[in-house]
């Protein structure tokens, strides 16, 4: 069964960083594009970044120069470095695991989310 684990929320002061981790047990983590979500109460699910299996990344307008998001093919893992944060970024974040392919069919896995917190 593929899993998707984050970890790496928690409670922070704005102007602060937290970096969040997603361990994925996907068979060849590498053919997966990845992906960083968010919610807040109230709202839809944002898209916060994403990595591609090429490496080339794209971020949300209101965290570009903030966060970053990297992925380590060895270890089955997405991070997103969030740094200057702010009370606004405060939401459960999601990772995603995403691939498509003519052949392969179409694969989407989501973890189970993290709570970052920005407050003073």
């Known amino acids: 069964q593929v899993q998707l684990v984050e970890s790496g929320g928690g409670l922070v002061q704005p102007g602060g960083s937290l970096r969040l981790s997603c361990a994925a047990s996907?068979?060849?983590?590498?053919?997966?594009?990845m992906g960083w979500y968010r919610q807040a109460p109230g709202k839809e699910r944002e898209l916060v970044a994403v990595v591609t299996t090429g490496g080339i990344t794209n971020y949300a307008d209101s965290v570009k120069g903030r966060f970053t998001i990297s992925r380590d093919n060895a270890k089955n893992t997405v991070y997103l470095q969030m740094d200057s944060l702010k009370p606004e970024d405060t939401s459960v974040y999601y990772c995603?695991?995403?691939?498509?392919?003519?052949?392969?069919?179409?694969?989407?896995?989501w973890g189970q989310g993290t709570q970052v917190t920005v407050s003073s």
């Open positions: 996907v068979s060849i983590f590498s053919r997966y594009a």
């Open positions: 995603r695991a995403y691939r498509t392919g003519i052949y392969s069919g179409t694969y989407d896995y």
